[in-house]
């Protein structure tokens, strides 16, 4: 019999199950995503307490059994998050951070770095609610294509290699490219293209912003290139 697994996790889902329990949707540092059930979590004096709801950071205690899904024997609060949750524009970026961890990240593959990556973007809405803002959501995401290994090709043309101008951006040849090669591919505005340079080389809390259309052509690299490379389709960040 193996003993339990204590782990940090960020609980990314929280669904209901039977007359009292919960299935959590758990994401670790070295086990990938997870899912687990807490037995009587909804019971008024559940020893859980409200430790098991969306974006808490936790040290688990969880026991492995015959099926897939662990059982969570014990849990602490590392951070709470709850000035987060006390308005509609963080709570919703939040969201938007865990689900697209879920949908790239869906399996038990270790990555250490999306876990810190998740970990201090709900550090930064809990701090700040200034940091609910599409240029943040964008940059977090772009970070979670560099760590799948899916990140956009910047430097040269995806398909040709040529260093100049690189005035369009292909999902599917999976980066910026030049004129010649430009079939299939959209327009990458100027202010696009430092946007996605200037969200991988720098820290999420100083995440680039930019005007809307900016953004707009922004979203569609990284949607493209989830899509293309990782079969994932990722919630829209901006409104229609
Ligand atoms: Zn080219």
Known sequence: MPGPLRTEAIVLRSIRYGEADRILHLYTPDRGRLSAIAKGARRARSRFGARLEPFFHVRAVLHEGRSELLTVTGVDTIAAHRRLREQAATL??????????????????PHPEVFRLLANELGLL?????HARPGNGLA?????LLAAGIVPQLAACAVCGETEHLNGFSGAAGGVVCGACEAGAFSLSEDAYRFLVGALGSPLARAPDGAELTLRQVERAIGDTAEHHAHVRLRPLLAA
């Open 140 to 144: 977090f995401r772009l970070k979670l």
């Open 92 to 109: 919703d970026s939040a969201a938007r951070a865990c689900d697209a961890v879920a949908r790239l990240f869906e399996t038990a593959d």
């Open 126 to 130: 809990e701090a700040d609610p200034a």
